[in-house]
């Protein structure tokens, strides 16, 4: 006798779909979990942009760093009369990065212009910081062509580093740990899915912006100048100089070497003995430094600043930092680049108008008297 086989219950169906929508669901809020929580960690106040796609972050709306940096859909300040207005673009080292606002290069060269132009009757002189922590030659370019034109500056100064050779690929938040991609190209070596999805998923989840960070440090780990391109410096030249020459203002350059290069013999010391980090930093400031040259920028030229000070770096307060000067190296900073601006103003060729010193009287215990006695 033959037997038919007995059919399955259509409940046992209904459960694997129920316990595959389940686990479906439970993947998906974790997911969404990590996301929001590397969004969370991303710090809230930088924002990734596709459009346009050369800007690849900027301070979300209204949560700008008061006085410096590019926030977007800020709305122009107007100009007040008889006032020249001078806009600086760059990187970290413009926008000032361990240092108060108003002790960035930018501001201290700013306030001096503004004495001067002031006592030679030739009117206020302001300006805004519009430099990013972060930001490499593509994006300043794209910052002065897309977000510039309603700001009415009298002076573009870009403010031109040594990584500005370099795409900035990464950015780490507080941690410091984990890096987050932001680049608008991903490397050959760093590409994971065919087609331009990482980077499309790159705009849009947090998650693939850390995956896509974690490859790429370990690039840029084995070969620190795997992206080394003086192109892209010449390029962001050209571009700012049309936008300039169709604004009918003048375009300048100031080039800001690592400060710890002021000098060369102490200067392994900053990069833990690394005396090979110090010959790279030279030779791109270098290349810098020539290409300025042949696009016949006028630039201003940091580095003899520094050195004519005998000193071997200018570290910030808090710890040592080979990128990042402190106030005393963004004064020099300043100093370097205050006769050119001189000259892009129309002003006389002197020394820096210093505002007088603050001279507090000192008082004694007697000046206070105790409130038990008359």
């Not at 796609?53 to 008061?66: D, I, N, S, T, W």
């Not at 100009?79 to 960035?104: H, N, Q």
């Not at 391109?229 to 800001?256: E, T, Y």
């Not at 920028?297 to 570290?315: E, I, N, Y």
């Amino acid at each position: 006798m033959v037997s038919t086989p007995r059919a399955r219950p259509a409940t046992s169906w209904t459960r694997r779909l129920l316990a595959l929508a389940l686990g479906s669901a439970v993947a998906a809020a974790g997911l969404l979990a990590a996301e929001w929580q590397i969004r969370k960690d991303e710090g809230g106040v930088t924002v990734f942009v596709a459009d346009p796609v050369g800007l690849k972050f900027a301070y979300a709306p209204g949560q700008g760093e008061r006085g410096r940096g590019w926030e977007l859909q800020r709305p122009p300040v107007p100009k007040v009369k008889d006032t020249r207005r001078v806009v600086f673009v760059g990187d970290s080292v413009t926008f000032g990065l361990k240092v108060r606002p108003f002790e960035a290069w930018p501001d201290v060269a700013t306030d001096w212009l503004n004495r001067q132009s002031q006592a030679e009757g030739q009117g206020r002189i302001e300006s805004y910081n519009f430099a990013m922590s972060g930001y490499d030659a593509e994006q300043s370019a794209t910052l002065v062509q897309t977000g510039l034109q309603d700001w009415a500056p009298d002076l573009l100064v870009w403010g031109v580093y040594v990584n500005d050779l370099q795409r900035t690929w990464l950015l780490y938040r507080e941690s410091k740990t984990w890096p987050l991609f932001v680049s608008t190209t991903v490397p050959a070596s760093v590409a994971f899915l065919p087609g331009g999805w990482d980077h499309r998923l790159a705009l849009k989840s947090a998650i693939w912006r850390r995956f896509l960070g974690a490859r790429t440090a370990r690039v840029i780990e084995a070969n620190p100048e795997f992206s080394d391109d003086i192109g892209l410096v010449r390029s962001a030249l050209q571009q700012m100089k049309a936008w300039a020459a169709n604004q009918g203002i003048p375009f300048a350059a100031v080039a800001l070497p690592p400060h710890v290069l002021a000098d060369p013999a102490a200067c392994p010391d900053s990069y833990g003995g690394d005396a090979a980090r110090c010959d790279l930093e030279t030779r791109r400031y270098q290349q810098i430094l020539d290409e300025l040259s042949a696009q016949a920028v006028p630039h201003a030229d940091a580095l003899p600043t520094l050195r004519a000070t005998g000193q071997a770096a200018f570290q910030p307060r808090n710890g040592t930092d080979p990128d990042h000067p402190g106030p005393d190296g963004h004064r020099l900073f300043a100093k370097a680049a205050y006769p050119l601006l001189q000259h892009q103003l129309g002003l006389s060729e002197q020394a820096p108008v210093e505002p007088p010193p603050v001279v507090r009287e000192r008082k004694s215990s007697r000046d206070y008297p105790r409130p038990d006695k008359p």
